[in-house]
């Protein structure tokens, strides 16, 4: 053994290889359909492409604020108004990131302390709990309800709102939703956030959610954002993903819509 690997700890010792690298290889090996990992098996709309080129000549390269270019966070608080009717402050309250991942990191480092609670809902996206270890927070994992049919073939996924309430504790900080959520497809419904809602009613906790799949829903339901929800978002913070929505997971482009006082 040599003395950097006798020396060097790593702070995420239990993490290893991530399972989307090991899935996304295998399924290069043998040619198989990639169900690991989010990213599309289509190319994007041709004029985003064409839009970013002309942007390019145009000379935007460089780098722009640092809570992002104010056109786009401008588009992003109007797009929010019109599909869930809340109002975010384009220069106070929308934050554009590196990818929504780089999103969830940084909305769980400024807001969680060593030794607090961070609640998922398991199975989970697998960058969730390394954040919260970084902050030195402890996770608390709720598994989601399933429901089978009479052969043990799963056929639902859902809320466990009574499990969720016993795990808040004194320390309880941060709770982390993902609606659509990934792995399962299940989608948070209007009675799901008014249970969080009512829940969280008097407690010090913030709410991550996870929202990187709004566009991507089927059967004629709605997202309910969060940011649907005027007690909730005070205290949320609300993130997407372009490449999510624009089939450009590559381009690593997200943002984060949070209260002002947050």
Known sequence: MSYLEQTFKSRLPDVGTTIFSRMSALAKQYDAVNLGQGFPDFDCDPA??????????AGHNQYPLMSGVAELRRAIAA?????????YDEDKEITVTAGA???IFTAILCSVKPDEEVIILEPAYDSYIPAI???GGIVKA?????????NGKVINYSLPIEALSNAISSLTRLIIINTPHNPTGMVWHKEDMLQLQALLEGRDILVCSDEVYEH???DN???ESIARYPLLAAR????SSFGKTFHVTGWKIGYVCVSRPL
Not at 48 to 57: F, G, K, L, N, P
Not at 236 to 239: A, T
């Open 48 to 57: 985003i492409i064409d839009h970013v080129t002309e942007a390019m000549h």
């Open 79 to 87: 797009k929010i108004k019109a599909i869930y009717g809340h109002s």
């Open 101 to 103: 991942t780089q999103a």
């Open 133 to 135: 270890t970084l902050a």
């Open 142 to 150: 709720v598994p989601l309800t399933i429901e089978y049919d009479v």
């Open 216 to 218: 991507i829903i089927f």
């Open 221 to 223: 339901t709605g997202h």
């Open 236 to 239: 949320s913070f609300v993130i």
